[in-house]
């Protein structure tokens, strides 16, 4: 009794970390000590960190250096690309990458699923400190940027439109190899299954 009591338990909790982790709403649950801007941008990195690394955990390992064409990234270098990105844009708005990660060639430098898997979880916990030591009064410090000018308000904007224009790529790849993204999956298992329509 004591070990179907413990094994009940044990399950309980494995459910309820399964939906804590299939969960994630930062628009609901908050981002503590960040406000305004920053918050709204931050919840966007927290939802494409989930999305990134979800999808990355569901994509077989062998399938890492699966590319649609020879002249496009592979999914394991668009994995490292947006996690290349995650360290070098920020620098432009206070926070240098750490002195330990080798930027150069990070893009092509592996396609162990682990490995990238890793890396893209660091990048993004690199990015949501980057925005928490962000003042809000940097914000509309203004730069050089591509023949122009922008503000640090803008490079934030730009950082979460590179993500999601890569994390649809990467939906776009997953698709065509047959897999279905994580978050879809679970939409289409609480759906209701369809009655055949009634024959007239």
């Not at 990105?85 to 682990?114: M, Q, R």
Request: hydrophobic share 40%.
């Amino acid at each position: 009794m004591k070990s179907i009591f413990s094994a009940l338990c044990l399950l309980l909790l494995a459910a309820s970390a399964l939906r804590a982790a299939a969960q994630i709403n930062p628009y609901k649950e908050g981002t503590p000590g960040v406000t305004g801007y920053r918050s709204e941008v931050l919840s966007e990195v927290i939802v494409q960190e989930d999305k990134f690394t979800r999808l990355a955990e569901a994509i077989p390992a062998e399938k890492y250096s699966w590319r649609p064409s020879p002249d496009v990234r592979s999914f394991a270098e668009v994995f490292l690309h947006v996690s290349a990105a995650n360290y070098n844009l920020y620098k432009l708005v206070g926070t240098p990458p750490p002195a330990s990660v080798d930027l150069k060639g990070l893009e092509k430098s592996t396609t162990d699923k682990a490995k990238v898997v890793a890396t893209l979880k660091d990048s993004y916990a690199h990015a949501k400190t980057a925005i928490k030591a962000m003042p809000n009064a940097d914000l509309e410090k203004s730069m050089d940027w591509f023949g122009g000018k922008n503000t640090e308000r803008g490079i934030l904007l730009f950082i979460v439109r590179h993500g999601a224009e890569h994390l649809g790529q990467s939906i776009a790849y997953a698709r065509f190899i047959g897999a279905t993204p994580p978050w879809t999956e679970e939409m289409q298992k609480k759906q209701p299954e369809k009655k055949d329509a009634p024959k007239q």
